[in-house]
């Protein structure tokens, strides 16, 4: 399995200003997405795996949710699945 590492909101800014490619995905629920929207597709934590066809392998995933629990555990569930490039999870 590969490492889970932390990324802040500023370090993915200077990330989007350097041309560098990511996937931004928001575990958390649709509710909670429309409250407050950081970017990126919003895909809960239960569909996680079920929508693994649809990640791109070819640059970093990035997860976020409110404290980064759901973002590691969607990670964690990915990784088991053969899914080498979830590895980010956003440190608020």
């Keep these: 399995m590969t490492e ?6 500023e ?18 629920e649709e ?3 429309e409250e407050r929207n950081e970017g990126g ?3 809960p934590l239960g569909e ?7 990640f791109p392998k070819d640059r970093p995933l990035v997860f976020y949710c409110k404290r ?5 555990i ?7 699945k053969g899914l080498a490039n979830a590895m980010y999870y956003v440190v608020q």
Aim: proline share 0%.
């Design 48 to 54: 996680i795996v079920k929508s693994i066809a649809q």
């Design 74 to 80: 969607a990670i964690q569930r990915l990784q088991e």
């Design 11 to 28: 370090e993915l800014k200077s990330w989007k200003e350097a041309g560098i490619a990511f996937e931004l995905i928001d575990v958390r």
């Design 4 to 9: 889970l590492k932390g990324v802040r909101w």
């Design 31 to 33: 509710w909670e997405h």
């Design 41 to 43: 597709v919003n895909i």
């Design 68 to 72: 980064s629990e759901r973002s590691r």
